[in-house]
C-alpha cells in the first residue's frame, strides 16, 4: 500500500450501496485462469520499477478537453519520475474505441494499458477471451481495495470466465467519478420566465414547453455517436423508476423493460420529439455540436455527463450554465445515472505488468485527482478539502456527485445490462427518435435482448 493514499470522503464511501445489482457480487480476491489471464499463471508482483528502458503503450478515451489536458499532465510527470519508460499514449473517442479495441487486443502486439468499459459488452467480453489481466493483487500492493468504495470496485470485477459480472476478479480502476445529468441555461429559462431548474421529469417538460413557446431550443441533442441514447434514456427512466427499481433491472434481479415505467420513459422522450423539444435530425447531429449550441446559449437544456464540465466551463454563455439531477416521485433526494468512468486494465500480454501497475496507480491516486480537480474533472474519490465555488458549474457537480452518491442514489450505466445491449439500446434510440418505433416497439426491443440473456446466463 502507497503512503499517498488517504481514506476518502464519507461521501465517497457511500458509494459502497452504489450500486446493489448482484449477479454475484463479492470483495475482489483471488482467482482462477480464465483464458490468458488467470492468478494461478500470474508472476509475484512489485511495486518496484525496472530500470530498463520501457515503452508502455497506452489506449485511452479521454478525448474531450479537460481530461485529455489531465492525461497529458499525469503523462508527463510519470515519465519524469521514470525516465526510463516512455508512455505512448494512444487516444480514441469512445465510439472508436468501442469498435477498434476488441481487435487490437486480440493481435500479436497488443496495448499494454487500455481504457475497458465495464459490464457484458465490453469489459465481459474481453475477459472471457482471456485479453485483460486480474487485478487483485495489485488492488492490494497499492491499497486500491481501500482508497475505493468497494461498489465502485464491483463495477470493475468479473468472474475468471467473464460470464459474472460483479464476480472476483478485479479487472480494473477508475479514474474519474461521474454523473449524468441536466445541464440548465439559467439565463435562457428566466427569459422564458423560468425561475428556478426543474426537479421532476413533469417541471422539465413544463419547463420545455415554456422555453419552445419563448421561441428557443429546449434541449440540445446529437446521437451520430449513438451512446448519447442511453443517457438520455437512462436519465429519464431514473427519475421516473427510481435507484433501486433500474438497478435491479440492469441487473437481472428483477422487473421487465416492458413494465409502466421503461415504457413511461420512452413515451417521454417519444413526446419530447414530437413536440420539438429535441434538436431536429439529432440522429446526424453530433454530441460535441449539441454541446457547442448548449454552450453558446442555444437551448436551455443539455442533458449529458460531468465529463463535459470542463468545456462548458470554457463556454461562451459559461457564467450562465448550471448543473443538476432529477428526482423520482417518492424520493426525497435526486437519482440519475452514474458512478465511474471507464476501468484502467492491464492486458494479458502486458510485456512490463508492474510498469503498467505503477501507471496506473500514478494517474488514478490522490495527487492525480488534484490534477483532475484543477483541470475541470470530477475525480472517481473527491479529494479531501475540494469545495468548489457555489453556483458555479463545478460547485453544483461536487456538490450533487456527494449527495447523491451519499443516498445511494445513481443508477448503473444500462448497456451494463447483455453482452450485445449496448447495439440493441442505441439502435433503439435512434429508431424512438426519429419516429420510427413507437414506445412499446423500442421497451419490447430491448426487452427481447435482456430476456434472453437472462435466460441463458441462468
Given at each position: 500500500m502507497t503512503a499517498r493514499r488517504t481514506t476518502p470522503l464519507a461521501a465517497g464511501?457511500?458509494?459502497?450501496?452504489?450500486?446493489?445489482?448482484?449477479?454475484?457480487?463479492?470483495?475482489?480476491?483471488?482467482?482462477?485462469?480464465?483464458?490468458?489471464?488467470?492468478?494461478?499463471?500470474?508472476?509475484?508482483?512489485?511495486?518496484?520499477?525496472?530500470?530498463?528502458k520501457t515503452t508502455l503503450t497506452v489506449w485511452d478515451q479521454n478525448t474531450d478537453g479537460g481530461i485529455s489536458d489531465a492525461q497529458d499532465q499525469l503523462n508527463k510527470a510519470f515519465m519524469q519520475k521514470y525516465p526510463n519508460v516512455t508512455v505512448n499514449r494512444v487516444s480514441r473517442s469512445f465510439s472508436d474505441l468501442k469498435t477498434t479495441l476488441k481487435l487490437a487486443l486480440s493481435g500479436d502486439n497488443p496495448p499494454d494499458v487500455v481504457q475497458a468499459n465495464q459490464g457484458y459488452p465490453d469489459m465481459g467480453a474481453f475477459v472471457k477471451a482471456g485479453y485483460l489481466r486480474p487485478m487483485s493483487d495489485y488492488a492490494k500492493l497499492y491499497g486500491w481495495d481501500s482508497y475505493y468504495p468497494s461498489s465502485l470496485l464491483k463495477l470493475n470485477s468479473f468472474s475468471a470466465d467473464g460470464k459474472t459480472w460483479q464476480g472476483d476478479n478485479l479487472y480494473g480502476v477508475s479514474?474519474?467519478?461521474?454523473?449524468?445529468?441536466?445541464?440548465?441555461?439559467?439565463?435562457?429559462?428566466?427569459?422564458?420566465?423560468?425561475?428556478?431548474?426543474?426537479?421532476?421529469?413533469?417541471?422539465?417538460?413544463a419547463d420545455m414547453a415554456k422555453v419552445k413557446a419563448a421561441g428557443t431550443l429546449p434541449l440540445s441533442y446529437g446521437d451520430v455517436e449513438k451512446s448519447p441514447g442511453i443517457h438520455l434514456y437512462g436519465v429519464v427512466l431514473s427519475a421516473l423508476a427510481g435507484a433501486q427499481s433500474v438497478t435491479d433491472l440492469v441487473g437481472g434481479k428483477s422487473g421487465s423493460w416492458t413494465d409502466a415505467n421503461p415504457v413511461k420513459a420512452a413515451q417521454t422522450i417519444t413526446d419530447w420529439q414530437s413536440k420539438g423539444y429535441i434538436t431536429p435530425g439529432a440522429n446526424g447531429v453530433s454530441r460535441d455540436?449539441?454541446?457547442?449550441?448548449?454552450g453558446q446559449g442555444g437551448s436551455a437544456f443539455l442533458i449529458t455527463g460531468t465529463w463535459y464540465q470542463a468545456t462548458l466551463e470554457k463556454a461562451p454563455a459559461a457564467s450562465d450554465l448550471r448543473f443538476t439531477a432529477l428526482t423520482p416521485s417518492g424520493s426525497s433526494t435526486p437519482v440519475t445515472m452514474g458512478g465511474e468512468g471507464l476501468a484502467w486494465a492491464i492486458t494479458s500480454k502486458a510485456k512490463t505488468p508492474d510498469v503498467a501497475a505503477a501507471y496506473i496507480d500514478f494517474i488514478t491516486d490522490e495527487a492525480a485527482s488534484?490534477?483532475?480537480?484543477?483541470?475541470?474533472?470530477?475525480?472517481?474519490v473527491v479529494p479531501s478539502g475540494d469545495s468548489p465555488k457555489?453556483?458555479?458549474?463545478?460547485?453544483?457537480?461536487?456538490?450533487?456527485?456527494?449527495?447523491?452518491?451519499?443516498?445511494n442514489g445513481i443508477t448503473p450505466y444500462l448497456d451494463y445490462a447483455t453482452p450485445t445491449f449496448y447495439d440493441t439500446l442505441t439502435a433503439g434510440m435512434q429508431d424512438l427518435v426519429?419516429?420510427?418505433a413507437t414506445p412499446q416497439q423500442f421497451t419490447e426491443k430491448i426487452q427481447a435482448d435482456y430476456g434472453e440473456f437472462v435466460k441463458s446466463n441462468g
Amino acid at each position: 500500500m502507497t503512503a499517498r493514499r488517504t481514506t476518502p470522503l464519507a461521501a465517497g464511501g457511500a458509494l459502497a450501496a452504489l450500486v446493489a445489482v448482484s449477479l454475484a457480487a463479492c470483495a475482489p480476491g483471488p482467482s482462477s485462469p480464465a483464458g490468458g489471464g488467470g492468478s494461478a499463471s500470474l508472476a509475484p508482483v512489485s511495486t518496484a520499477v525496472p530500470t530498463d528502458k520501457t515503452t508502455l503503450t497506452v489506449w485511452d478515451q479521454n478525448t474531450d478537453g479537460g481530461i485529455s489536458d489531465a492525461q497529458d499532465q499525469l503523462n508527463k510527470a510519470f515519465m519524469q519520475k521514470y525516465p526510463n519508460v516512455t508512455v505512448n499514449r494512444v487516444s480514441r473517442s469512445f465510439s472508436d474505441l468501442k469498435t477498434t479495441l476488441k481487435l487490437a487486443l486480440s493481435g500479436d502486439n497488443p496495448p499494454d494499458v487500455v481504457q475497458a468499459n465495464q459490464g457484458y459488452p465490453d469489459m465481459g467480453a474481453f475477459v472471457k477471451a482471456g485479453y485483460l489481466r486480474p487485478m487483485s493483487d495489485y488492488a492490494k500492493l497499492y491499497g486500491w481495495d481501500s482508497y475505493y468504495p468497494s461498489s465502485l470496485l464491483k463495477l470493475n470485477s468479473f468472474s475468471a470466465d467473464g460470464k459474472t459480472w460483479q464476480g472476483d476478479n478485479l479487472y480494473g480502476v477508475s479514474q474519474t467519478g461521474e454523473l449524468v445529468g441536466v445541464y440548465y441555461n439559467a439565463a435562457v429559462l428566466k427569459k422564458a420566465g423560468v425561475n428556478q431548474p426543474p426537479t421532476t421529469i413533469d417541471e422539465l417538460t413544463a419547463d420545455m414547453a415554456k422555453v419552445k413557446a419563448a421561441g428557443t431550443l429546449p434541449l440540445s441533442y446529437g446521437d451520430v455517436e449513438k451512446s448519447p441514447g442511453i443517457h438520455l434514456y437512462g436519465v429519464v427512466l431514473s427519475a421516473l423508476a427510481g435507484a433501486q427499481s433500474v438497478t435491479d433491472l440492469v441487473g437481472g434481479k428483477s422487473g421487465s423493460w416492458t413494465d409502466a415505467n421503461p415504457v413511461k420513459a420512452a413515451q417521454t422522450i417519444t413526446d419530447w420529439q414530437s413536440k420539438g423539444y429535441i434538436t431536429p435530425g439529432a440522429n446526424g447531429v453530433s454530441r460535441d455540436a449539441a454541446v457547442t449550441t448548449f454552450g453558446q446559449g442555444g437551448s436551455a437544456f443539455l442533458i449529458t455527463g460531468t465529463w463535459y464540465q470542463a468545456t462548458l466551463e470554457k463556454a461562451p454563455a459559461a457564467s450562465d450554465l448550471r448543473f443538476t439531477a432529477l428526482t423520482p416521485s417518492g424520493s426525497s433526494t435526486p437519482v440519475t445515472m452514474g458512478g465511474e468512468g471507464l476501468a484502467w486494465a492491464i492486458t494479458s500480454k502486458a510485456k512490463t505488468p508492474d510498469v503498467a501497475a505503477a501507471y496506473i496507480d500514478f494517474i488514478t491516486d490522490e495527487a492525480a485527482s488534484k490534477v483532475l480537480v484543477q483541470t475541470g474533472n470530477l475525480p472517481t474519490v473527491v479529494p479531501s478539502g475540494d469545495s468548489p465555488k457555489e453556483g458555479t458549474i463545478a460547485g453544483d457537480i461536487t456538490t450533487r456527485y456527494q449527495a447523491i452518491s451519499k443516498s445511494n442514489g445513481i443508477t448503473p450505466y444500462l448497456d451494463y445490462a447483455t453482452p450485445t445491449f449496448y447495439d440493441t439500446l442505441t439502435a433503439g434510440m435512434q429508431d424512438l427518435v426519429a419516429g420510427q418505433a413507437t414506445p412499446q416497439q423500442f421497451t419490447e426491443k430491448i426487452q427481447a435482448d435482456y430476456g434472453e440473456f437472462v435466460k441463458s446466463n441462468g
